[in-house]
């Protein structure tokens, strides 16, 4: 079977809050056999959402993602022959869905996990049917884009999606989830914060983008608490929404979260 995106992850301040703001915005399921005292996981049928609780010297942030395969041992086989400067960390038992971390040649981290793992637990053994507002695709912005897109394409067999020309991302897919490699350049944030390449966004796939905002506005209308803050607010606020805009074009409408982890809705 072709590899499979199988979880995304979050660093969060709020990790509770924002585990009932993905369930309350986008309809997120929880396990029913989830830990309190543990991270938060929700899913929308397809992919896993992990919401960590920050620890001391990591930041908040859109963290990493994950990739499930048949056999990592012909994986690290591939990178031994092809990718030798790529290492691996074992993780321990206790991550349902995520046996070893690893890094790619731009040095994003994901995690690898093999299908036939008995760790599995939470909603990496509940899922079923996909939601109907479920996650399309989710951005990296790296430095060598071209390179990096050679790589997920030759060890993990993504396909890569048609573009319109003059586009500079790469859009691969494992057949569900779309990984939009965007290239990134310092001059690219002139007049707002400026960050490093990293993990960018969560882009979701919604019925219809106008009933998802009414239905926002009466969740967080609801429960204040829920209200993310407002992006695009004040001179820095505009240009980074306006490279956000030009940046992807499976991006529709554009918001964050509670912790200010960059999300976009899009109509299927």
Known sequence: MPAKLNHLAIISENYALSGKFYEAVFGMNTSQRSRAEGAVVVADG???????PRRPGRPARFDHFG??????????????????KVEWLKRPANRPFAGITTH???????????RS???????????GNINET?????????????????????????EARNKAEGDRNHYLTDGHLTMVIMPWHITDFDGTGIYSAAMDHIG?????????????????????S??????????????RLALSERSCPLCQHHLADVDGVLLSVAEQ
């Open 46 to 52: 397809y992919v896993g959402l992990n919401i960590n």
């Open 67 to 84: 990739i499930e395969v048949d056999d990592v041992q012909s994986v690290f086989d591939h990178f031994q022959r092809k990718y030798p």
């Open 104 to 114: 790619d040649p731009d040095g994003n981290v994901f995690d690898l996990s093999q």
């Open 117 to 127: 793992m008995e760790n599995r637990r939470d909603v990496y053994v509940e899922m």
């Open 134 to 158: 479920h996650v399309g695709h989710f951005g990296v912005r790296a430095m060598n884009p071209d390179a990096l897109a050679e790589f997920y394409r030759d060890v993990f067999g993504f």
């Open 204 to 224: 979701f796939t919604v019925p219809s983008v106008a009933a998802f905002k009414e239905n926002f506005e009466r969740v967080t209308g609801t429960n204040p």
């Open 226 to 239: 829920l209200a993310p803050p407002a992006v695009g607010a004040g001179p820095e606020g505009k240009a």
